[in-house]
């Protein structure tokens, strides 16, 4: 009876296996059509590994459910760290950001972009170099809506919503598909006669994000392909910009743009006031990024330019997505998660100088939060306008009213290397003023570009400090003479480029390179000849009090493994001692004892005498 409970056990076990890789097989297939929501319910449910984490993080990030996104990446990093792919430590970065969670996310976000990120130190930057302050309110009271992607439709309003309850659910998120919907706005900034557009123009498919010509004669809006057309690997359906005609109170002639495919998507037009371009986003072959800022040209005949893509200043290997472009064309507003910003989706303006868009900057705190921000559009004359954002968990209409920060002196300017010209970003930059108080510290992104508010007639001085650099220091005054802009390059040297005895090793180790230090036979104190040698390590630490260095003390092979450990260590100790008492910070020093574990000639028991005595050696690594 044993045998045949053992056997019955058994055959449980391989069937309670054989279902878990069914429902795992049935949930990748559901995450491979992007049915988001029933792919989640399953991965819960099975047993975890990589892939199950990966797929099961993107099912929440992919719908801004950032604290569940958080608690499945955490697994996934704990388990798997060093097999996770990069682009993960993006995604796990935004959903702690999208969580306020900035010492982790900036942890996260610096181990991905390979230099320091500090959101708090960017956020408060910003506070006083933002050109607008606003005041935002809810335009609905229902926020299960999903109202988004604002629109001027002359004397009324016009936004994509989910408010089409007998609508199929759309499988990634489970919600019915988006329609195009007009409203009045009332003085409370409410949305009132909410009415759906016609049939002509909502489909079974989604349509969003809509743009008019002056006369509202011609409308441009995004449509979904309701087919799936197979692009790599998977199959996708594509979003077009369609374009309508207004004859006879009747919206006819829908036909999509030619420069659209069904092989990448083209979303999010806005027209010009003169109507002669067409601003969009795309993931269109030659795009940096998984959505680029694109424009054509609309020429009077009806028929359109080739698309041109607004370059790196605007586009990241990111999303930027919903562009609005000002009355005069010079002023770009768009939304964007490559850019440094505050969490998922921020909004960002870019000014136009001789037809170029220059670097964008993130409008600051008060309209952007750390989740998704997007689809701007504002009345200039009136400064008041709407976005959309999933602070509160879906999608979600705002109205907003801005304010000009009053008028500012700005300091302003990049940090290089000084003999290579190359950016440096990671670098933190700090303005103080004449009393040497604090006044602003940021650390600089990928443009390596920093930007400070001040004050007139004042004295100032700005510090640029980056590890294995010579921290640098620059100081002016601001006057009343009109000039409301200082632009300061700051210009750092690389330790190995400033010292003949410090060189970069093929390692990638920053070392200081002296004589070398000899110790009598079992013995750690420091000799005359070392002194002197350690007195030219002292003498450059007092140069450069910012350095911090490693003082490594190796043995040769000729005694026990302990005992080269032991003894490398109080040799290395005994280093740290005689530089401290000579007037170097404790903190500063670092002393580590390698015995012989780290030789430089790998010759194991058939050394050489020569080669014993290149291998007991003192190393001095430079830190930061």
Not at 217 to 243: L, P
Request: net charge neutral.
């Amino acid at each position: 009876m044993k045998k045949y409970g053992y056997i019955f056990l058994l055959l449980c076990f391989h069937l309670s296996l054989f279902a878990q890789k069914a429902s795992e097989k049935k949930a990748n297939a559901l995450f491979e059509k992007k049915s988001y929501v029933k792919a989640a319910e399953i991965y819960e449910q099975v047993p975890e590994n990589q892939k199950v984490l990966q797929n099961l993080g993107d099912c929440y990030y992919n719908n801004s459910q950032m604290k569940e996104a958080v608690r499945v990446y955490g697994k996934l990093f704990l388990t798997y760290k060093d097999s996770v792919k990069t682009a993960y430590y993006f995604k796990y970065a935004h959903s702690l950001l999208g969580i306020a969670d900035y010492p982790k996310a900036d942890a996260i976000m610096s181990e991905y972009l390979k230099y320091n990120s500090s959101t708090p130190k960017f956020i408060n930057n910003l506070r006083t170099n933002v050109p607008f302050n606003y005041v935002i309110q809810p335009m609905a009271k229902n926020t299960s809506n999903g109202d988004f992607g604002m629109s001027f439709y002359g004397d009324k309003v016009l936004f994509a919503s989910l408010r089409n309850a007998d609508s199929k659910a759309f499988g990634w998120n489970e919600k019915p598909y988006l329609d195009l919907f007009s409203a009045d706005v009332n003085a409370k900034g409410l949305l009132t006669n909410i009415e759906p557009f016609p049939k002509e123009i909502n489909t079974k498919t989604h349509e969003s994000s809509a743009t008019f010509t002056q006369d509202g004669h011609v409308m441009y809006f995004n449509r979904t392909n309701s087919k799936k057309v197979k692009v790599g690997t998977e199959k996708v359906a594509n979003i077009k910009i369609f374009k309508a005609e207004f004859k006879d109170n009747k919206w006819i002639n829908i036909k999509p743009l030619p420069f659209c495919s069904d092989f990448y998507s083209t979303e999010h037009p806005v027209l010009t006031k003169d109507g002669k371009k067409l601003y969009f986003s795309s993931d269109m072959p030659g795009s940096i990024g998984s959505f680029d800022i694109y424009y054509v040209d609309v020429h009077d005949d009806g028929t359109f330019g080739e698309p041109v893509n607004l370059g790196k200043a605007i586009n990241t290997i990111h999303r930027e997505q919903f562009p609005e472009i000002s009355n005069d064309g010079t002023l770009l507003y768009f939304a964007s998660d490559g850019h440094q910003g505050m969490g998922g989706l921020d909004i960002f303006m870019s000014k136009s100088y001789d037809g170029v868009f220059a670097k964008p900057l993130n409008l600051g705190e008060t309209i952007n939060s750390n989740m998704d921000d997007f689809a701007y559009v504002v009345d200039e004359k009136k400064n008041k306008g709407y976005l959309s954002s999933n602070r509160k968990g879906g999608d979600n209409l705002y109205s907003f009213t801005r304010t000009e920060n009053e008028e500012r002196f700005l300091v302003e300017g990049e940090v290089k290397d000084k003999n290579t010209q190359n950016l440096l970003p990671g670098t933190l930059v700090s303005l103080y003023d004449e009393n040497n108080i604090l006044i602003g510290q940021m650390v600089v992104g990928a443009d390596a570009d920093y930007v400070f508010s001040t004050e007139p007639n004042k004295k100032y001085r700005i510090e640029a400090m980056k590890d294995f650099y010579i921290p640098h220091t620059e100081e002016f005054t601001t006057n009343e003479d009109g000039k409301l802009r200082y632009t300061i390059e700051l210009f750092m040297e690389c330790y190995d480029d400033a010292e003949e005895i410090i060189t970069k090793r093929q390692d990638g180790r920053v070392e200081i390179v002296l004589e070398n230090i000899y110790f009598d036979l079992n013995k750690w104190d420091i000799k005359p000849d070392a002194a002197r040698i350690l007195n030219v390590l002292g003498d450059l630490l007092k140069k450069y009090p910012e350095m911090e260095i490693e003082l490594g003390a190796h043995t040769d092979s000729r005694a026990s493994d302990m005992y080269n450990i032991l003894l490398s260590n109080k040799r290395a100790a005994s280093t740290l001692e005689y530089l401290v008492s000579n007037g170097i910070k404790r903190k500063r020093l670092r002393s580590r004892g390698y015995g012989e574990r780290v030789p430089l000639v790998k010759c194991g028991s058939s050394c050489t005498e020569q080669e014993h005595s290149i291998n007991r050696r003192c190393e001095f690594i430079i830190l930061k």
